[in-house]
């Protein structure tokens, strides 16, 4: 593999600057003056570019407009978001792309309509300004969508700038709304991670690049949505923290929130040349990449009933063990998306240094699912087409039938229950009828793959209704980078392939190989074999040298062995129904609702002897209860899905729908 430095807006960016330093040496030997045009002052005043640039730019937009658009151009470090307000549509916004020669940044707000199929780009008076290492997140119980911090810089990347401006977008109008706290708020930083937690946005870390040092940070900020203040809360004195590190996970949790990994460079003394007099060698400082692997949980509290209205909540951090069967070996820019209690995770890239000049690269394209709760991983392989199902469709409608008469026989209980009525005369009382799913118009199709997406690091995640989608995302091969200008989807709870949203092919590289790194020809001359293409057809990419592993079902079910026997058991048996093999979300809940239900009539009968919920009410607890059940158990029943496959058995039927099928016992003797 080609020489790199890790992540492309810190470690990448001290490459860059190295490269402009030898750029700069070899012009001053040679004597060559180079034009304006050519020159990225490190005095630039950035500042006066952007107010330019808010001046010039958006102020010709009166309002807030939305059109259909192409899908986005290639960009790296922007976020990704489902919309809070709108199941169906997903949130793009900022990020930068750099082509080997300048790095252009975008404040571009999209829209992508998941059912249509179609694109939109968002005009504003008032949006943020250019930027990439933004994070964003959901509002939690305030809603909306909260975006904090950010990064700008010159063409060449001579000069930084940090943004420290908090913004809240409203994703049904489309509106940007900059807020403006009380007090004190958060340094400027690019990297880090925000997640929400009740009426409270918290934020960590990040770095803050100023081209001559990278700083990591590790402090903790808490937004108060509903007196609009940030609080830095002081913790407990000798107490445990995370350390400094960047572009790491950060997921919400209802007792606080979970973080996971990261990256970071700290100094460190490296021996460099002969033992001298004495015994003693000669020394100098590097810093050294990190990859963390640890795992945090953030305890919230929220401030007593007496304390002062701004008063901030009490926060501590706890210490996790180590996730079981966390993926091997390490990886940085492995990126997580939040889905149910669990981190999705994709991608990534592990390097081994060498020597001083480069570093060894393998990039992953690899799928894990983080079970917060029990900190174990699990890896998710894609499963090859089952056969249709043998049952006759007249079957199914008889059981759905047979179901749903159920289901509205406890319904009217509930009913006579909430009126202090008798069960006995059930049938005086009216309830809803049970709604169908709603008809869902048909998207044009769309590619289908067997494999996952070509190795990456940092691409950008996002769930939405269950479905992982995956933009973008950087490859490097040499000293060649390559920005993915394409979009998959992934059914979680099908696996059964990867869906092409949209791919265009890669544009070329403009850096100039040659003179960012003379010792290396020998190994530009083969890339230069391998990666061909021209201003018409694109860039190929080499193939990865990983082996794929998205087909294996078998393989992934043996390391889930593997990692029950190296690991305590975690799985609770809590009595509750289990989602059987092969059974979808839908047809366990029809299977279970009344279990549910009645589950939760004897718990409120239990604590007050009052009934406190209507019947949509129930009905809704009762699914959120089975859908957790259902995601919790997804990977487990996953492999084993995969092993009774493997032994030729296509769906697994219960004895009673067994004999409802055929008639009864009295018919099977």
């Not at 401006?165 to 400027?188: H, I, Q, V, Y």
């Not at 180590?322 to 998306?337: D, H, I, L, S, V």
């Not at 090859?384 to 199914?396: C, I, L, W, Y």
């Not at 057809?537 to 078998?554: A, F, I, R, W």
């Amino acid at each position: 593999m080609g020489k790199k430095d890790k992540k492309k807006s810190t470690e990448q960016k001290a490459r860059v600057a190295d490269k402009q330093n030898k750029k700069a040496a070899k012009k001053e030997k040679k004597g060559k003056a180079k034009g304006a045009d050519d020159s990225d002052a490190e005095d630039i005043d950035l500042e006066s570019v952007l107010e330019e640039y808010a001046q010039k730019v958006q102020a010709q937009f009166l309002k807030v407009t939305e059109t259909f658009c192409e899908p986005p151009c290639p960009r790296s470090s922007a976020t990704l978001i489902g919309s809070p307000s709108n199941v169906k549509e997903l949130v793009l916004f900022g990020g930068e792309y750099y082509n080997g020669a300048i790095a252009t940044f975008f404040n571009d707000l999209l829209i992508y309509h998941i059912e249509r199929d179609e694109w939109r780009k968002v005009t504003s008076p008032n949006s943020p300004l250019p930027r990439s290492g933004h994070a964003w997140c959901r509002g939690g119980n305030t809603g909306g969508i909260f975006l904090f911090g950010g990064e700008f810089s010159s063409p060449k990347q001579g000069t930084f700038y940090h943004y420290n401006d908090f913004w809240r977008l409203e994703p049904s109008t489309r509106e940007w709304t900059r807020l403006e706290s009380k007090g004190k708020g958060p340094p400027a930083r690019s990297g880090h991670r925000m997640t929400f937690f009740k009426n409270y946005i918290l934020l960590f870390g990040g770095f803050q690049d100023t081209s001559l040092q990278t700083k990591y940070l590790q402090d903790v900020w808490v937004y108060d949505c509903q007196n609009y203040v940030w609080h830095n809360p002081e913790l407990p004195p000798a107490t445990q923290k995370p350390d400094a590190r960047s572009s790491f996970s950060f997921h919400p949790h209802e007792l606080g929130a979970v973080l996971y990994g990261g990256y970071s460079r700290v100094k460190s003394n490296t021996v460099v040349g002969k033992q001298l007099k004495g015994g003693a060698q000669a020394s100098k400082p590097v810093m050294k990449p990190i990859v963390h692997q640890d795992t945090w949980f953030l305890r919230i509290s929220q401030p007593s009933s007496d304390s002062p209205t701004h008063a901030p909540p009490i926060i501590r951090w706890e210490r996790r063990k180590k996730p079981a069967n966390p993926p091997n070996p390490p990886r940085a820019g492995a990126t997580q998306a939040y889905h149910k209690g669990r981190g999705i995770m994709f991608g990534g890239v592990h390097d081994v240094e060498n020597s001083e000049e480069g570093i060894e690269s393998e990039f992953f394209d690899q799928l894990f699912a983080w079970n917060i709760e029990r900190n174990r991983y699990f890896p998710l392989a894609l499963k090859r087409a089952r056969a249709a199902p043998k049952k006759q469709a007249d079957d199914r409608g008889v059981k759905r039938g047979r179901g749903k008469a159920d289901e509205e026989e406890l319904l009217r209980n509930l009913a006579a229950l909430e009126t202090k009525g008798t069960i006995g005369d059930p049938n005086a009382m009216e309830t809803d009828p049970i709604l169908e799913a709603e008809d869902i118009p048909v998207k044009p199709a769309k590619p289908v793959l067997n494999t996952f997406p070509h190795p990456r690091f940092n691409a950008q995640l996002a769930v939405q209704g269950d479905v992982l989608y995956i933009f973008g995302g950087t490859y490097e091969h040499g000293d060649r980078e390559f920005t993915f200008d394409e979009m998959y989807a992934i059914d979680l709870g099908k696996l059964d392939g990867v869906q092409e949203i949209y791919r265009r092919e890669l544009e070329n590289w403009q850096g100039d190989d040659a003179e960012s790194d003379d010792e290396s020809d020998e190994e530009d001359d083969s890339e230069d074999e391998d990666i061909q293409g021209d201003g018409l057809t694109g860039v190929t990419l080499p193939p990865p040298d990983t082996p794929d592993t998205s087909m294996v079902p078998s393989e992934a079910s043996e390391q889930v062995e593997d990692l029950e026997s190296e690991a305590p058991e975690t799985t609770i048996a809590d009595g509750r129904p289990h989602p059987r093999p092969f059974e979808s979300l839908r047809e366990f809940f029809a299977r279970t609702s009344n279990i549910w239900q009645e589950n939760i009539l004897e718990k409120l009968q239990g604590d007050d002897g009052a009934i406190s919920k209507s019947i949509k009410e129930l009905r809704k607890v009762a699914f959120e209860l089975a859908e957790t059940k259902w995601w919790d158990c997804r990977e487990e029943v996953s492999a084993e899905e995969e092993r009774q496959e493997e032994a030729g058995i296509g769906e697994v039927v219960s004895i009673t729908d067994r004999t409802s099928e055929v008639g009864g016992l009295n018919r099977r003797r």
